[in-house]
């Protein structure tokens, strides 16, 4: 099934968005189908304040520009309003305990929370805790949010998922991690591409494989054949050291015009930002004719404001 054809249901069985793992194809269609919608009535000016009234309390352990700005303004869009909490606001796994603080959210009416954090367990702990539902906005683990955004902007590129390769280069992490699992859900050509020593944790591949097409490979040609979209990100997610060895490992996987000129001739370049021009990827390619990095920033906003609207309407 493709998104064209799928039958908007208006609803998810879903209560919070922890990982992609817990989601069908549909769900994941009910969100971009949404997303594609809302995207729709902001382009032509109309309002869509379906969470009026609504609060979203948004807790960062981890700073980000789009996360913030596109949650904040996602949720004024939808009529409703924005809580930040900083780590430095709130005594969050330090001197209180995730129990004990989303216990005290249930009590203030607090419709939603989107938290940007290390640790997963942290989120599955508001979620098992809380009332609301609870969105994730990056852990050290996943990275949904930032895959479904990923999702949208290749259908809006293609049109289709089948018969579509998207190939990540770099370091297997968070966002490596979700691609291999949203996209072969949607029925994506998935590869991760890197050194074996920085390749996505097996037992993530090995779950991705069970709902299609993923290969992991050290071998660039191999990546580059055929491929439609290819992807990178940073080598050093935040929290992260810079390291001389893990770099050098790295550098051989930069998306450059070498690169691109052994995949297919209409390929695009996506990158989840921000992005390091000149180590994983060059200011050719990312600034180039044939990136779509800013669409793909601008869809974040779009299947988050889906995502709120369909989990706390």
């Not at 989601?23 to 809302?38: D, H, N, Q, T, W």
């Not at 293609?158 to 370091?171: E, M």
Request: net charge neutral; charged share 25%; with cysteine.
């Amino acid at each position: 099934m493709e998104l064209a054809s799928y039958k908007k249901k208006g609803r998810l069985n879903n209560k919070h968005l922890l990982t992609l793992r817990d989601y069908s194809v549909g769900e994941i269609y009910e969100i971009l189908s949404c997303a594609l919608r809302l995207k729709f009535l902001q382009k032509k000016g109309k309002k869509h304040e379906y969470l009026k009234g609504k609060t979203l309390a948004m807790i960062f352990e981890k700073s980000s520009t789009r996360t913030r700005v596109s949650f904040e303004q996602g949720i004024r869009q939808l009529g409703g309003s924005p809580m930040f909490l900083s780590s430095a606001d709130i005594q969050l796994g330090r001197n209180e305990t995730v129990h004990d603080t989303v216990q005290v959210l249930n009590r203030y009416d607090i419709d939603g929370i989107m938290m940007r954090t290390f640790e997963q367990s942290k989120l599955d702990e508001l979620a098992r805790y809380g009332n609301m539902p609870v969105i994730n906005g990056l852990s050290d683990d996943f990275h949904p949010c930032q895959v479904l955004a990923d999702l949208m902007t290749v259908y809006e590129a293609y049109g289709r998922f089948g018969g579509v390769k998207l190939s990540y280069f770099g370091d297997g992490g968070n966002v490596a991690n979700s691609l291999m699992i949203g996209g072969a859900k949607v029925g994506l050509d998935v590869c991760v591409c890197g050194p074996a020593e920085y390749a996505p944790k097996p037992e993530i591949v090995a779950e991705a494989r069970k709902f299609g097409k993923v290969t992991v490979t050290d071998d660039l040609d191999e990546a580059a054949r055929d491929c439609d979209v290819l992807y990178s990100d940073v080598f050093f997610s935040m929290g992260q050291k810079p390291d001389q060895k893990k770099e050098k490992a790295l550098m051989p996987y930069q998306v450059n015009a070498g690169l691109m000129a052994k995949t297919n001739p209409d390929s695009v370049f996506m990158h989840c930002l921000p992005a390091h021009r000149g180590e994983e990827v060059t200011t050719e390619v990312i600034d180039g004719p044939r990136s779509i990095v800013f669409e793909e920033a601008e869809n974040r906003l779009h299947v988050q404001k889906a995502v709120m609207y369909l989990l706390m309407k």
